[in-house]
Nanobody, 131 residues
Framework: QLQLVESGGGSVQPGGSLRLSCVVSGYTLDYETIGWFRQAPGKGREAVSCINFSGGTTTYADSVKGRFTISRDRTKNTVYLHMNSLKPEDAAVYSC????????????????????????WGKGTLVTVSS
């Protein structure tokens, strides 16, 4: 059974760092696009960052550029989100999701839009940023 499982969330002070992991089980990643999304209480879902597993092309929301880095590990079937210089406004539930489409340009575009119904979702991990 295909599953996406997030981990690595927690509570940090402003300026701190976290690394989120999205492990995909029951499926071997190859050409898919994996995205990290976040949703804070009372706000809509935002596409934070996306990566195409085949070519490694990435996208970032303007709000996280220069602070967050998305990466992949083929040997672990895992996508990471490295978050540095965290701000209170980064606090949210972070979820990873997968688009199984084969066209990387298409899948990255719809992942980064935050509006596409991705094919598979994890349950999310909570990130809290406060002093």
């Amino acid at each position: 059974q295909l599953q996406l499982v997030e981990s690595g969330g927690g509570s940090v002070q402003p300026g701190g760092s976290l690394r989120l992991s999205c492990v995909v089980s029951g499926y071997t990643l190859d050409y898919e696009t994996i995205g990290w999304f976040r949703q804070a209480p009372g706000k809509g879902r935002e596409a934070v960052s996306c990566i195409n597993f085949s070519g490694g092309t990435t996208t970032y929301a303007d709000s996280v550029k220069g602070r967050f880095t998305i990466s992949r590990d083929r040997t672990k079937n895992t996508v990471y989100l490295h978050m540095n210089s965290l701000k209170p406004e980064d606090a949210a539930v972070y979820s990873c999701a997968m688009d199984v489409g084969r066209d990387a340009i298409l899948t990255l575009g719809r992942c980064s839009s935050g509006q596409y119904a991705m094919d598979y979702w994890g349950k999310g991990t909570l990130v809290t940023v406060s002093s």
